[in-house]
């Protein structure tokens, strides 16, 4: 295995994989060794460790010192992968291969925060679409161990939570978008309702959550 000895980093993570309403949003942080320690003295943490006042104000430093890419994945290409032959890992990995690819890449090493419970395939995943293929790491909890990752936790956070506010401006208040949230789950079985079962093109029908509402409405 290569192993470099002063690596500059990329970290990537993402936000919104068990929603079931909005985007699936993935972000990667570039830093040098120098950079990381910056966001150490930053107080960078796991996204989920923050309050919504500390992700805002560090978001707007790291995207404004650091170099970042973000992508994301509406409801409908979520929905084509679950119900299709490939799966949301498989996703997942296109999209943090794809943000590899933007970088300049020198002696870089990948940490991937790990959405698989076999990381070494889920690595393999992503370097087969990324020629030539970096030193990739997927680890699990590296949003936690590893400040770069932190720091795209933080990104992929932020953008995904102003999806959201949009959706709640504009709706009234949809909750979270999780399907844990009673909140959530209300608007939509009262949007199925007035839309003839019909979901929301910002939601996701794959997930088995609305699959169970649905068949709760029919059988009303």
């Not at 978001?59 to 799966?87: C, E, M, W």
Request: glycine share 4%; aromatic share 8%; hydrophobic share 40%.
């Amino acid at each position: 295995m290569r192993r470099y000895a002063s690596d500059n980093m990329i970290g990537i993570d993402e936000a919104g994989r068990g929603a079931i309403i909005g985007n699936l949003v993935v972000a990667a942080v570039q830093a040098t060794p120098q950079e990381i320690r910056k966001l150490k003295r930053m107080g960078v943490k796991d996204s989920k460790q923050l309050t919504p006042k500390m992700r805002e104000d560090l978001y707007v430093r790291i995207i404004t010192d650091f170099k970042y890419q973000t992508i994301s994945a509406d409801p409908q290409v979520i929905d084509l992968h679950v119900g299709g032959f490939f799966n949301l890992n498989y996703l997942e990995a296109k999209m943090m291969a794809n943000l590899v690819t933007r970088f300049p890449m020198s002696k870089e090493t990948v940490i991937l925060d790990c959405p698989d419970v076999n990381t070494r395939r889920f690595s393999k995943v992503v370097r087969s679409h990324i020629i030539p293929s970096p030193l990739i790491r997927s680890a699990h909890k590296a949003d936690v161990n590893y400040p770069v990752v932190s720091a795209a936790s933080i990104i992929a956070k932020v953008q995904r939570d102003r999806q959201i506010q949009n959706l709640n401006w504009n709706l009234g208040d949809i909750g979270s978008g999780y399907p844990s949230d009673p909140k959530t789950r209300r608007f939509l079985i009262e949007w199925v309702i007035k839309h003839n079962g019909e979901i929301p093109l910002f939601a996701r029908k794959s997930w088995a959550s609305w699959k169970a509402w649905r068949r709760e409405i029919i059988s009303v």
